[in-house]
């Protein structure tokens, strides 16, 4: 079973910095793509960043040329680096990791979240 852990969030002041990680351990090996979604107070959990098992990165609009996601292979870690900070990325920041086993079935595994607060 795959495991996620994440790590990094915190409070910034708007224009900063902050890079989450997300540690992941078991069936490293079949997951086909990891994603960062996050969620604001009363919205719906959303993706924001998305790298495949090839490489491939994309992102939702209101992130692109702020944030960056990336992976470590050696540390079996994935990381989000946010810049330019606005209040309005102010939310919980979920690391998700998809896997498919054998039959086809796709499971999504998910981190515990983690608090990002941005302050004007």
């Known amino acids: 079973q795959v495991q996620l852990v994440e790590s990094g969030g915190g409070l910034v002041q708007a224009g900063g910095s902050l890079r989450l990680s997300c540690a992941v351990s078991?069936?490293?090996?079949?997951?086909?793509?990891m994603k960062w979604y996050r969620q604001a107070p009363g919205k719906q959990r959303d993706m924001v960043a998305i790298i495949t098992s090839s490489g491939i990165t994309n992102y939702v609009d209101s992130v692109k040329g702020r944030f960056t996601i990336s992976r470590d292979n050696a540390k079996n870690t994935v990381y989000l680096q946010m810049n330019s900070l606005k209040p309005d990325d102010t939310a919980v920041y979920y690391c998700?990791?998809?896997?498919?086993?054998?039959?086809?079935?796709?499971?999504?595994?998910w981190g515990q979240g983690t608090q990002v607060t941005v302050s004007s």
């Open positions: 078991g069936g490293i090996s079949s997951i086909v793509s």
């Open positions: 998700n990791a998809v896997q498919y086993q054998g039959t086809g079935r796709r499971i999504d595994y």
